[in-house]
């Protein structure tokens, strides 16, 4: 017997229920495809750029604010950067950077100056990024305090899990003053009341505090088992803080991404989340949780990346016996399907332009059609 099989990319993977429970048009297995346009397609593979990297990159960051699209990539202890065609280190005069253990880079930009942390040294820098100028520690940064997660909010600086005077407070939100125009901020002094620099704990329930990510004009601060919302207060206390949700937290650093306005993709380790402000549901409940296999010992190298091009979310992991990312759990948004795709051992994934040793297409060359050619022109 012969039985028509329609829309054969409509529902994507589902290998999470009993094969009689799935919908005939359902796939229970399935690599290196996704499912859009009620069709199934090969992922169209990688495509290496940029040339020869002078460190081991494990941390990407893009900025175009001088115009010409630049990348910042880290190793453990140096730091480099790249038009796409020159490759020049930028680490700090003063020598070569300290790594924590288990501590990814973070960061964040502020009036355009790029910021990398590592947790243990002083923030640093790339003040009027350009290939010629080398990273430096941030200026007014509290000579006392470190923070294992730097990132950015409006125009303030933000340091979270902090250590003072050698002690750690791991549910501490240091923030700064407001950024002047062109500058990083100029006080985090927290007893001048005539400035917006501030401090706050949070409770000791809900874990540590592990990330902070925007959403709209409200920041998300991610704890290993509780999210918080902190935004603009209108009294004298700068920020106010309040518990969104508990028992859903994040595993680790850039786990949680904004991909479209108002909605945050989470990876709690066991579970892919989505996240809409007020509301906090599974997407992959019932759907595809068995594709979840992460190397215990190398969590920490698991990240959510997004593709605005063809609308999805990827979740990164380590399988069992890898050290970085070798999988990915991807979703796409506009039609709520999963696929999944091999990764060549990525330690970091971040969305930008592409130039100089860029795969590009010329007009009488290029073949395909807008919404499907994913080449640069």
Not at 136 to 154: G, Q, V
Not at 213 to 242: C, H, K
Not at 282 to 298: F, P, T, W
Not at 322 to 344: C, H, I, M, Q
Request: hydrophobic share 40%; net charge negative.
């Amino acid at each position: 017997m012969i039985i028509p099989v329609q829309r054969v990319g409509q529902i994507g993977l589902v290998t999470d229920l009993p094969h009689d429970e799935i919908p005939l048009n359902a796939w229970t297995d399935g690599k290196n495809v996704r499912f859009r346009g009620g069709a199934v397609e090969k992922f169209s593979g990688h495509a290496s750029v940029f040339g020869t990297p002078l460190v081991q990159p494990k941390w990407l960051f893009h900025t175009g604010v001088t115009g010409t699209p630049l990348w910042l990539y880290a190793s453990d202890t140096n730091v480099a950067a790249t038009d796409g065609a020159i490759h020049a280190e930028v680490t700090r005069a003063s020598g070569v950077y300290t790594k924590l253990p288990k501590i990814p880079w973070t960061g964040g930009e502020i009036e355009g100056i790029p910021l990398i942390n590592n947790g243990f040294d002083i923030p640093q820098m790339w003040n009027k990024p350009a290939l010629s100028t080398l990273l430096a520690d941030m200026t007014n940064w509290p000579a006392n305090m470190r923070a294992m997660t730097l990132r950015t909010f409006k125009r303030h600086v933000l340091g979270f899990d902090i250590t003072l005077d050698g002690v750690r407070y791991p549910t501490m939100i240091r923030w700064s003053d407001q950024a002047p125009t062109g500058a990083v901020p100029l006080s985090w002094d927290i007893t001048d009341e005539t400035i917006d620099a501030g401090e706050w704990i949070l409770p000791d329930k809900g874990g540590f505090i592990v990330d902070f990510v925007p959403l709209r004009d409200v920041g998300i601060i991610y704890r290993e088992n509780e999210l918080w919302q902190m935004q603009y207060s209108p009294d004298t206390a700068i920020f106010r803080f309040t518990r969104l949700f508990e028992n859903i937290g994040v595993l680790t650093r850039d786990c949680a991404k904004e991909f479209f306005s108002g909605k945050h993709v989470i990876f709690t380790g066991d579970d892919i989340v989505l996240m809409e402000g007020v509301s906090a549901k599974s997407i992959l409940d019932e759907r595809h949780k068995k594709a979840i296999n992460i190397d215990l010992a190398n969590y920490d190298k698991s990240f959510v990346a997004v593709d605005y091009a063809n609308k999805e979310v990827l979740t990164c992991f380590p399988e069992p016996g890898r050290e970085y990312a070798s999988k990915a759990v991807v979703w796409n948004w506009v039609t709520d399907t999963f696929g999944v795709r091999e990764l060549p051992d990525a330690a970091s994934i971040e969305p930008g332009i592409v130039l100089g040793g860029a795969v590009s297409d010329t007009w009488d060359a290029a073949v395909g059609v807008w919404d499907t050619d994913n080449v640069a022109w």
